[in-house]
C-alpha cells in the first residue's frame, strides 16, 4: 500500500516568491517548479516512512534559501535535517541596526561627477534596494555594493555601513558604461507565459533579463534570465497583470543598461464541480485556465489566501482536465480552486460543501489471540481506508501489520494480534493522508491457546504423524526443534492452516531430545511465539 505524492503547489514557488535567487548570490539559476523535477516523498504503509528525495536542479537553490534564512547549508540525512529544524525554530530574528544617510559621491580623476546615479544592493541579502539614488542613501549597518552609472561611465564599490562609518561613499567611475539593447517579441504579453526577449549587450559572466515590478518601486522580481542562456532569451512573465519595465543588468556593475516597458495582462480560468459531497469521496474537476507549469487545481479552506491547500487534494493543471480530487475527511466548506502558481493568484473558485461520512462495524466481543474473527461493516472508504483492529484508545491513524483490511466488500477476516488485552475493531476513513474513525466496537483479546498430540519417541528419519488443535491463522507452524531453540528455529515443519487436524513430519536423522511445537506467528509485535509443546526422543 504505497503512495507517491509532490510536497503542495505553493511550497516551493511560495519560498523564492519570498527569497529570489541571483546569481550573485548563490550563484544557480532560478529552478521552475514541475512534476518530473520536485521535492516529493514515498509514504509506504507498512512500515510508515517518509522518504524525501531532493533532485540535484533544487538543491542548489533550496541549499542557498537555506544559508540565507537561517546560516546553515541544506541537510543531507534525517540525523542533519532534524538539527536544522530545531536551530530553524529556535532562530530568532537580528534586531536592525540604527539607519543613518550617508552622501554618495562619483568620481573621475580625482573629480565629482554630479550626473551619476547609483544603485545598491545588499551583499548577501535579497538583490537591489534601491536603484536612480543621487545625492544620499539611507542604510543600516551592513555590507553593501553601491555602483554609479554616467551616460557614458560606470564603477562600482563594496562598502562596509557601521555605526559611526563611513561618512560619505565615494565611488571612483572607472569604466566605459556598456551599450546594450532589448527587443521584446511582443509589447503585451499574457501573465505567466513565456516571453522571447532579443537582446545586444556586453553578456558579461552573470548578466541577467529581469521585469520590474509595476507599482513604481522599481524593484527587481523574480522574474528573470541570464544572457548567457541565449539570444533571443526566454523569460518567464509575473504572475500578475500590470506595466512593468524590462531590464538588462550588468551583474558586475549592477548596472541597468537597458530598459523597455512590457504590459502584462490578465489571465482567466473556469472550473466546474460537484456543490457537495461525502467525506473522502472523490469527485472530478472539470477546468480550463492558462496551464501554465506552475498552475494547479485543488481544494482549500473557504476564504483561505491563494497559497493554502488541503494537502494531497490538489493537481497541476497541466495533467488536464478534469481532475480527479478525494474530498477531506473533515466536514465543512472548502473551496475547488484555479490558482496561477508562479505568482499564486486565484483564478477561479467554487465552493463545495463537504458532509460527513458514516460507516459502521460489527464484530464479536471476544475472541482468541492470533484467530481468524469475520467482520461485517457498511460504509465506504477511499485512498488507504482500512477495517483493523487496534488497541483500544490508539489513535485515529493506528494500525498493526496484519490485522486490517481494505473495505472492499461487505464483510472482511481479520486476524487478531498475539498480544491478549482490550483491542477496537475500526472502520477509519483516509482522504489525502488523513485518517478519521468513523466507527468502532470494543473486542477483547484473550491468550492464544493450542495442543498437540504426538508420539514421546520416534526413530531417526521416521514419520511422525500429530494432532493439532490453535488458532490456525497465517505463518502459523507445527514444528520440530531442539529442545531450548530460539521458537523459529526447526528441523522440519508445515504449517498449521485451518483445513488441517493433523500433520505429518520428519523425524530428525540424529538422536537425542527434541520437542514437537505449535508456533504461532499472529499480528503485533510479539514474533513467533511457542504456545504449546510436548517432548520427542529420537532413538
Known amino acids: 500500500m504505497k503512495r507517491y505524492w509532490t510536497i503542495g503547489p505553493a511550497f516551493l514557488s511560495g519560498l523564492l516568491a519570498f527569497y529570489p535567487v541571483r546569481a550573485q548570490e548563490c550563484g544557480s539559476a532560478p529552478m521552475a517548479l514541475d512534476q518530473s523535477n520536485g521535492i516529493w516523498g514515498r509514504v509506504d504503509r507498512k512500515p510508515k516512512v517518509v522518504r524525501f528525495s531532493i533532485s540535484m536542479v533544487e538543491r542548489k537553490p533550496l541549499s542557498c534559501i537555506a544559508v540565507r534564512t537561517v546560516g546553515r547549508e541544506g541537510a543531507s540525512n534525517s540525523s542533519e535535517l532534524g538539527q536544522a529544524l530545531r536551530i530553524t525554530e529556535q532562530a530568532k530574528p537580528r534586531p536592525a541596526g540604527e539607519t543613518r544617510s550617508i552622501p554618495l559621491e562619483a568620481t573621475e580623476g580625482g573629480h565629482p561627477v554630479s550626473s551619476a546615479v547609483f544603485t545598491v544592493t545588499k551583499i548577501g541579502g535579497s538583490g537591489m534596494i534601491a536603484e536612480n539614488v543621487s545625492g544620499s542613501i539611507t542604510l543600516a549597518p551592513g ?30 567611475l572607472t569604466a566605459d558604461r556598456p551599450k546594450a539593447s532589448l527587443q521584446p517579441a511582443r509589447a503585451s504579453v499574457p501573465a505567466t507565459e513565456t516571453l522571447e526577449v532579443k537582446w545586444t549587450g556586453p553578456n558579461g559572466k ?54 523597455g516597458k512590457i504590459t502584462v495582462t490578465p489571465v482567466t480560468a473556469t472550473l466546474n464541480a460537484p456543490a457537495q ?85 460489527m464484530a464479536p466481543a471476544r475472541g482468541m489471540a492470533g484467530a481468524t474473527i469475520q467482520v461485517s ?20 491513524r493506528a494500525w498493526i501489520s496484519g490485522a486490517y483490511h481494505r473495505p472492499d466488500r461487505q464483510q472482511v477476516s481479520l486476524r487478531l494480534p498475539g498480544e491478549p488485552g482490550p483491542y477496537e475493531v475500526r ?9 478519521k474513525v468513523l466507527a468502532s466496537t470494543p473486542i477483547m483479546v484473550e491468550p492464544a491457546v493450542a495442543s498437540i498430540s504426538a508420539p514421546d519417541q520416534a526413530r531417526p528419519g521416521s514419520e511422525v504423524t500429530i494432532a493439532i488443535t490453535g488458532p490456525k491463522g497465517d505463518g502459523d507452524r507445527v514444528a520440530i526443534a531442539p529442545v531450548g531453540t530460539a521458537p523459529d528455529a526447526f528441523i522440519d515443519y508445515r504449517d498449521a492452516t485451518p483445513d488441517k487436524s493433523s500433520v505429518t513430519l520428519r523425524a530428525p536423522s540424529k538422536p537425542g531430545a527434541y520437542e514437537v511445537r505449535y508456533v504461532m506467528r499472529a499480528p503485533g509485535t510479539a514474533g513467533r511465539r511457542v504456545i504449546a509443546r510436548t517432548s520427542l526422543r529420537i532413538q
Open 277 to 361: 459531497g461525502v467525506a473522502g469521496s472523490e469527485i472530478a474537476v472539470t477546468f480550463t485556465g492558462p496551464n501554465a507549469p506552475e498552475d494547479w487545481v485543488g481544494l482549500a479552506k473557504a476564504g483561505a489566501d491563494a497559497r493554502a491547500y488541503e494537502a494531497g487534494a490538489w493537481r497541476y493543471a497541466n495533467n488536464d482536465s478534469p481532475a480527479p480530487l478525494h474530498l477531506p475527511v473533515e466536514p465543512g466548506f472548502y473551496e475547488v480552486r484555479y490558482v496561477s502558481g508562479l505568482d499564486p493568484k486565484i483564478l477561479a473558485a467554487k465552493q463545495v460543501e463537504v458532509t460527513a461520512a458514516s460507516a459502521s462495524v
Open 206 to 259: 552573470d548578466d541577467y533579463i529581469v521585469f520590474a515590478q509595476p507599482n513604481g518601486n522599481g524593484r527587481e522580481t523574480r522574474h528573470f534570465g541570464y544572457t548567457r542562456d541565449g539570444n533571443p532569451l526566454r523569460v518567464r512573465v509575473p504572475g500578475e497583470s500590470g506595466d512593468y519595465e524590462l531590464r538588462y543588468v550588468s551583474d558586475a556593475s549592477g548596472a541597468i543598461l537597458a530598459r
Open 427 to 435: 472502520f477509519v476513513l483516509e482522504a489525502n493522508g488523513v485518517y
Open 143 to 172: 555590507h553593501y555594493r553601491i555602483s554609479a552609472v554616467t551616460d557614458t561611465r560606470t564603477g562600482q564599490s563594496d562598502v562596509e555601513v557601521m555605526k559611526n562609518a563611513p561618512l560619505k561613499i565615494v565611488v571612483t
Open 377 to 396: 461493516f457498511s460504509g465506504t472508504g477511499s485512498g488507504d481506508s482500512f477495517i483493523g483492529v487496534v488497541k483500544q484508545g490508539a489513535e485515529e
